[in-house]
């Protein structure tokens, strides 16, 4: 059997980046992909991307090789309460950097992924078992490998679904990504620019388990009407041009992130709740510290010691349980129904809108995970 230095098991996109990532330090990795394949159905969500990933992708070669049409900046944002006029801006200009994020597309980011690993000298894609000094388990939420290791997965289910779909409308979306936090959803339409360039969006539209029901069987017509009324016109008339993909949402964290020959990154790690969207920004972190801590481990050391992996882990727990926190915070705060809380949530949105130094905190925070 074949001996590698790592086994990637997992070609999601944080799979393909550590292969590609940890190939570039000189080190024989194989990648083993899910031998289940999936229905072959496109992925319809696009990705809010923060400078960071943009920063491990362009190194990977991977986002300079994206077509122009499957990344749009976001220049700015609006946020919106639930009470009139209580809402929350962003801007790339006030903020002093020149976009506050990419949106990507899932599935053509996994393809270019895909075909670099095809070409990456030291990856060798595998459904072999093989033998290597260190197993990284990058198989998201469900992974089997983690389960099977014992690795308890914490997880705290909302109870609440997140559907995806393309949309298109007659209004150009100058590059302002929009949210409304109300209860009991969240709604984010992210501008894009497939299939009509400045008049797309990706969106992400998150309500309890019932609402999701009821909407994920309802037709194209009541569909648009449904989010006609939720964003109240403000996008102008958004038309679907994908079928809709729902997903089941939770916050979970793995007991144990490493022990000897093993380590956890991305999903199969930790879950959190896309309202922020920064699941994927966290996980591809991941895939820059523990690239960062094998290229400096001292020369002696072997790349699956448990005492190396830990150095990776110390680096990405703590903001990945603040990540967590604060969006189960957010959720917590629009779930709530009291006039009261409807209230003082609403007046902290616009006081926050008139705080320059808090708002350039919350985007530090955002566009580095
Ligand atoms: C609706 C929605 C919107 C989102 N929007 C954003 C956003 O805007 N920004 C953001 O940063 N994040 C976002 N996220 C989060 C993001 O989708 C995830 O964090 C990210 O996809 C995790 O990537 P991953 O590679 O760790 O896991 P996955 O994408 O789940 O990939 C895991 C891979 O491992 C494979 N696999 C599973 N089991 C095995 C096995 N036993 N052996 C081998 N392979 C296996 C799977 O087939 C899959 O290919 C969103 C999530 C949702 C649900």
Redesign the pocket.
């Known amino acids: 059997m074949k001996h590698f230095d790592v086994l990637v ?8 980046s550590l292969a590609l990532s940890l190939a570039r330090l000189g080190l024989q990795v194989a990648l ?5 394949r ?1 229905d072959g159905s496109p992925d319809v ?6 400078a960071t ?1 943009v920063s491990l992708l362009q190194a990977l070669k991977v986002w300079d090789a994206l077509p122009a049409h499957a990344a749009t900046a976001v220049h700015d944002m609006h946020i919106e309460g639930d009470a009139p006029g209580a809402s929350l801006d962003f801007s790339a200009w006030e903020q002093h950097v020149r976009e506050l994020a990419w ?1 990507v597309d ?1 599935a053509v980011l996994e393809r270019e992924l895909a075909s670099a690993v095809k070409f990456a000298p030291h990856v060798t894609v595998t459904t072999q078992d093989v033998h290597a000094t260190l197993t990284a388990l ?8 983690r389960d099977a290791l014992g690795v308890n997965f914490e997880r705290n289910d909302y109870g609440h679904r ?3 779909a393309r949309l298109s409308t007659g209004r150009a979306h100058r590059n302002i990504a929009r949210q409304w936090f109300r209860s009991p959803d969240v709604l984010a339409l ?1 501008p894009f620019d497939t299939p009509q360039p400045q008049s797309s969006y990706a969106l ?1 539209w ?1 309500m309890p388990n019932e609402r999701a029901d009821v909407l994920m069987a309802a037709d194209d017509g009541v569909f648009e009407q449904a989010l006609m009324q939720a964003t109240a016109g403000a996008a102008g008339e958004l038309k679907l041009v994908s079928s809709r993909a ?2 089941p ?1 939770m916050r979970a964290q793995a007991s144990a992130w490493c022990g000897p020959g093993w380590v956890l ?4 790690a930790h ?2 709740h ?1 309202l922020a ?8 972190a991941d895939v820059t510290v523990l690239s960062q801590v094998i290229a400096e481990r001292e020369a002696w050391r072997e790349v699956g010691d448990e005492k190396l992996l830990r150095r990776y882990v110390r680096q990405r727990l703590t903001p990945t349980l603040a990540m967590g926190q604060l969006t189960e915070g957010l959720l917590r705060l629009f779930a709530q129904d009291l006039p009261l809380v409807r209230e003082l949530r609403n007046r902290g949105l616009t006081l926050v809108n008139h705080l320059s130094p808090v708002k350039r905190w919350l985007t530090a925070r955002a566009l580095d995970s």
């Open positions: 098991r997992g070609s999601g996109i944080v799979g393909q083993r992909p899910d031998p289940v999936s969500r696009a990705y809010a991307l923060n990933s949106i899932a990058c198989e998201g939420r469900t992974s089997a490998t997140a559907i995806a992210l992400v998150s729902d997903w949402l990154l991305g999903d199969a879950v959190v896309p969207g920064q699941g994927l920004n966290l996980g591809l």
